[in-house]
């Protein structure tokens, strides 16, 4: 009897260990990769993260250029229009951007507007059209004001922490970027799954309810809750 019970059992204790042993694997490789994206996005997201607390500076971007750009009568009708000509004969590769609200005043005059004020200048800030393009070290940025026959278009080049931290936001980067960052947050993801599964093997429930796991997720929703609350 406990013969046929160890020879039965002999098989599911084989196919685990080679689970397991498949699962370590499969962490460590993907972990080499997603360590990559840890350092990468955790220096920049530590920098960003302090901005304001820690005072950490964020990189610096120069002005290596600025040009009066003649518009013709065809490219003013519209943004559209404005960016095709762009593309097309300037050789700008360039997205439409809006303006941020309040731009140009200081914090306590966007806070005191009167609400006449602040149409009035919802309204002009409707009439000018602002454009971006480039990558992630050199940036192309083309202002122009509806209805007038130039464009102003200033070229910038950032710093080294200025372009990582572009890159942590998918800024400038393309598609190949894109793509990579995808990969890193993928990798991510299968390196906390797979974690999770390795740290659970051989224990219960209740082992994983009050391990680091079980105290990292009331940790996480104390401070998210209180965050959005």
């Not at 042993?21 to 996005?41: D, E, K, S």
């Not at 997201?45 to 990189?59: D, E, I, S, Y």
């Not at 026959?149 to 070229?155: D, F, I, L, M, Y």
């Amino acid at each position: 009897m406990n013969t046929q019970v160890a020879g039965v059992r002999a098989p599911d204790r084989v196919r685990s260990m080679r689970m397991h042993r498949l699962m370590r694997q499969l962490h460590l490789w993907v972990g080499a990769w997603g360590a990559i994206a840890a350092i990468l996005f955790g220096v920049s997201g530590f920098v960003q993260n302090h901005r304001a607390v820690l005072k950490l500076p964020q990189g610096d971007s120069t002005e290596v250029s600025k040009v009066e750009l003649a518009i013709p009568e065809a490219a003013r009708g519209s943004r559209e229009a404005l960016r095709a000509w762009l593309r097309g004969e300037q050789h700008m590769n360039v997205e439409s951007q809006r303006v941020p609200a309040g731009r140009g005043g200081g914090a306590g005059q966007r806070g005191g507007e009167a609400a006449g004020q602040r149409g009035n200048s919802r309204g002009a800030q409707q009439s000018r059209w602002n454009f971006t393009g480039g990558n992630a070290r050199v940036v192309t940025q083309v202002e122009y004001v509806e209805g007038d026959s130039t464009a102003t278009v200033r070229t910038t080049v950032q710093s080294p922490l200025a372009v990582l931290n572009r890159l942590h936001k998918g800024v400038g980067g393309g598609v190949a970027w894109i793509l990579l960052g995808d990969s890193f947050a993928l990798a991510m993801i299968a390196l906390g799954i797979t974690g999770l599964v390795l740290w659970s093997w051989g224990r219960s429930v209740r082992q994983m309810i009050f391990s680091i796991v079980g105290v990292a997720l009331v940790v996480l929703l104390a401070i998210g809750g209180s965050a959005i609350i």
